[in-house]
């Protein structure tokens, strides 16, 4: 339903974490950014971190903060798809017609370790869940493998990230 943590501006995540519920205070929410923003080392660590992303196009329609946390968002978003160790996709609003949509589930986040085992990590209302069921963990490849077919190939993504950022070519 956002923009993944990983990839988001320090602007937006203030105005999301600090419009949550319950609304924490503001060293809470302080904290929360701070921690949220020191991960991004993943993203330029010496072993690069392969990373694909499948975002929702309401996601990038939903206004959190104002106009312009959303316009440096999405201009962020356009900035990390041309990394070489992201593929950044957008699942568009219209995926699901002719029946078949399977991104109906929330979130999910597939990892391959360094010995190539596969888990899958879930957060749902506030609380987090490490899968390592290699059955479940299947099923949940399979799943992400249907939703990124549905999704806009990386060069389309990035048209429509830069078109709604207002960004001129």
């Known amino acids: 339903h956002v923009v993944h943590g990983l990839f988001q501006t320090e602007a937006y995540a203030r105005a999301l974490i600090a419009g949550g519920y319950p609304q924490p205070t503001p060293e809470r929410v302080e904290e929360l950014v701070v921690g949220r923003m020191a991960r991004k080392v993943l993203l330029d660590r010496k072993q690069v971190c392969e990373i694909e992303l499948i975002l929702d196009e309401s996601v990038l329609r939903r206004p959190i903060g104002d106009g312009e946390v959303m316009r440096e968002q ?6 990390c798809s041309r990394r070489r160790n992201v593929n950044l996709q957008v699942l568009p609003l219209n995926a699901g017609l002719g029946g078949e949509y399977v991104a109906d589930r ?13 888990v899958t990590y879930l957060e749902i209302q506030g609380e987090s869940l ?3 069921d290699r ?3 299947s099923t949940h490849r399979q799943r992400y493998a249907k939703i990124r077919a549905q999704a806009l190939d990386p060069r389309r993504s990035l048209g429509l990230i830069e078109e709604l950022a207002g960004v001129q070519r």
């Open 74 to 79: 999405l201009a962020y978003l356009a900035e």
């Open 135 to 137: 059955t479940k963990v």
């Open 130 to 132: 490490l899968i390592t």
């Open 106 to 118: 929330g979130n999910l986040t597939v990892i391959e370790t360094t010995v190539h085992d596969h």
